[in-house]
């Protein structure tokens, strides 16, 4: 009995073992054949135009090709290749970012991070019911968007805030309000530093229900191709000036 019993253990972790390294090479074969994010796409800059980067989320990563696609043949569009998530992550990463060319417009946001709300261990998305506490308090976020925007200054390149979008109802791990509590305290910190505000927030509380997605911060394609073209116009402003 004792016998079987080991050699009935040995075959059902070989099996397990098995099925494990099945679900491992599947999961690795999806991720190969995952396409690349054309918002990444490493860019060779056309001589002679003047160089734009975005800093941002996933909405700004979302509305990145529709405003390429809308500058193209009047300026070089960049962004990092990342999320640009919240605040604290913008201390760490904004050198790195911004490289060593020159820039002639930087249009940036943090926020919809800062403000979303984790569990006590960092889990992503944890309502405050549940023992969520937001990221990155309003506070701290003051005081690290101030120290972002003197960094930024320091490039020379003409400078837009592109305000937080909004939350709308039954967003996970997030509230609605939110995005205006912390529009307020950017606009706080740019009116200090003389920084520009490109209003995304009023275009998409007036149009939540047609161009984001439901219960969710995102954007619906059309919607990404709305914001995209609004940032276009304001970086083209920007550079008439």
């Known amino acids: 009995m004792k016998k079987f019993l080991i050699i009935a253990g040995a075959l059902l972790l070989a099996m397990t073992t098995s099925n494990l390294q099945a679900a491992d090479a599947k999961a690795k074969k999806k991720k190969a054949k995952r396409k690349p994010n054309p918002a990444m796409a490493a860019i060779k800059d056309v001589p002679g135009l003047p160089r734009v980067l975005l800093i941002g989320d996933s909405i ?22 990342a999320n640009c998530g919240p605040t604290i992550s913008g201390l760490k990463q904004i050198d790195k970012w911004l490289g060593e060319g020159k820039w002639d417009v930087i249009h940036f946001n ?16 944890v309502p405050k019911e549940k023992g969520g ?10 005081k690290n968007l101030n120290t972002l925007v003197e960094r930024l200054k320091k490039t020379g390149a003409k400078l837009i805030w592109r305000n937080t979008t909004p939350v709308p109802p039954g967003s996970k791990g997030r509230y609605v309000g939110d995005s205006a509590k ?37 954007y619906t394609k059309d919607g990404y191709a709305v914001l995209g073209k609004a940032v276009a116009k304001r970086i083209e402003q920007a550079l008439t000036e």
Do not use: C
């Not at 943090?110 to 998305?125: A, F, V």
């Not at 920084?195 to 149009?207: C, E, G, N």
């Open 60 to 81: 700004s990563i979302g509305y990145t090709v529709p405003t390429r696609n809308a500058l193209k043949g009047k300026a070089n569009l960049h962004r990092p290749k």
């Open 110 to 125: 943090w926020g919809l991070h800062d403000l979303k709300y984790m569990g006590p261990n960092g889990e992503n998305l």
């Open 133 to 142: 506490h937001q990221q990155v308090p309003p506070a701290e976020y003051e």
């Open 182 to 218: 912390f529009n307020k305290i950017a606009a706080r910190v740019m009116k200090k530093h003389g920084v520009p505000t490109h209003d995304l927030f009023t275009i998409s509380q007036a149009r939540m229900k047609e161009i984001m997605l439901p219960a969710n911060v995102h």
